[in-house]
């Protein structure tokens, strides 16, 4: 389980360290090709976004290679559940209805939860 949860965690954190920082340091112009609902949020909220997804990101890997506060770990998959549960609302409600990769991100997020509560 330890080796199976390393994999899927860093694969979701890498997903989400790098799109994290697309979003804290790139412009509008240069996200909406990828991301086509940057337009309907307030630019700061954007910026937000990306930093949680970072410190998520940091959230999965650091606690439990440092065994301090472990259980940081699964709180962040569980972040993560519920930032996709968001987003498939966000893009449900705009013109923009491809969810598949919010769903794929759900359903990684809560096998990471699972893994990680094997420990």
């Known amino acids: ?10 694969l979701l954190a ?7 920082t697309l979003k804290v340091i790139r412009s509008r ?3 909406r090709p990828m991301m086509a609902w940057v ?8 910026r937000a976004l990306g930093t ?3 410190l998520g990101a940091t959230g ?5 290679l440092t065994s ?11 972040g993560f559940v519920l930032l996709q549960t968001g987003a498939v ?19 990684t997020a809560a096998l990471t939860i699972w893994l990680a509560t094997g420990w």
Do not use: K
């Open 1 to 10: 389980m330890n080796i199976a949860y390393w994999i899927v965690a860093g």
């Open 14 to 20: 890498v997903f989400y360290f790098y799109a994290g």
């Open 29 to 31: 112009d240069q996200l």
């Open 39 to 46: 337009d309907r949020i307030p630019l700061p909220a954007l």
């Open 52 to 54: 949680v997804e970072i």
């Open 60 to 64: 999965l890997i650091l606690p439990p």
């Open 68 to 78: 301090i506060a472990p259980s940081l770990a699964p709180a962040s998959a569980i």
């Open 89 to 107: 609302t966000v893009h449900l409600t705009g013109e923009d209805g491809r969810i598949a990769l919010n769903v794929g991100l759900i359903a």
